[in-house]
């Protein structure tokens, strides 16, 4: 019998359990002797703090397992858990210039396998890789980026305008037909149309959100493949560490650990 005070009662016999558990003999109740900050990990703070010492370093789940000794799987799941609590980090509704745009990812055809480069599919537009819609402030210097379930949809990239943006706010945006509609939503839209050879007109232009994409492709690119439903947890990730770029090491970190004791 190992006599230590029960967090829920106060009293000081309790009962030794498997996994490092005891057991209040009074209320019944089963605690720890360690403390995990986050539910459902049994990893203590200073550990946290390592793995997201090295996750912001761009390093893999099998290089976190490696420096701070922990298993594979409980590597991958606070890699995941990371990018899950990104995901949720949301910057407030941008007011000022606005920038939105749209690409696709999937990789290059040439380098997927036989049987789907045998199928015929339309580029541009008309591609079967996924959409991405990307609205950047040029006050804040800050980007969001969502990723649609399958393909360009008119309801979506409102939906998303009217959640994220001020209303009334100027809007720029390419010559793609499907924006159009944003002055009906209540926001002014001016647009430069590249089809056309034309890509600055004054400060209406996007060359900020395209500018992002070429940083999003390269660190996917460096990653490598992934699933389809787990795209948007590395955008994210993505997403959060360019909003942040201007702080230090440390001040990341910090912010980090406060995001996931927050979740």
């Known amino acids: 019998m190992v006599k230590t005070t029960c967090p829920s009662c106060g009293y000081n016999r309790t009962w030794k359990l498997r996994r490092e558990k005891q057991k209040c003999k009074r209320c019944k109740k089963e ?6 900050p986050v539910h459902g990990f049994r990893v203590t703070e200073q550990d946290w703090k390592k793995v997201i010492t090295v996750f912001l370093r761009e390093r893999s789940a099998q290089r976190i397992m490696e420096e701070v000794d922990l ?34 990812i999937g990789g290059q055809r040439k380098n997927k396998t036989l049987h789907i480069r045998r199928i015929k599919t339309k580029k541009g537009h008309g ?21 649609e379930p399958k393909k360009l949809d008119i309801r979506f990239i409102f939906k998303l305008v009217e959640q994220q ?12 037909k499907m924006y159009r509609g944003l002055m009906k939503h209540g926001f002014r839209h001016e647009y430069v149309d590249h089809a056309d050879g034309e890509y600055v007109r004054g400060n209406i232009h996007t060359n900020n959100i395209e500018g992002f994409w070429g940083i999003l492709k390269r660190k996917l690119g460096c990653i490598g493949g992934m699933r389809r439903d787990r795209l948007h947890f590395f955008v994210s990730e993505i997403v959060w ?21 927050r979740q």
């Open 31 to 36: 605690f720890s002797r360690n403390i995990y």
């Open 127 to 147: 591609t079967d890789k996924l959409p991405i819609v990307g609205i950047f402030c040029r006050d804040s210097g800050q980007v969001i980026v969502k990723v």
């Open 165 to 176: 943006v001020v209303p009334q706010a100027e809007i720029y945006t390419d010559g793609f």
């Open 71 to 104: 298993s594979q799987k409980t590597a991958q799941r606070m890699t995941h858990y990371l990018r899950e609590c990104m995901s949720k980090d949301l910057p407030r509704k941008f007011n000022g210039p606005i920038e939105m745009d749209e690409t696709c």
């Open 241 to 261: 560490k360019y909003n942040r770029r201007l702080l230090s090491q440390r001040e990341k970190e910090q912010a980090l650990f406060e995001l996931v004791l």
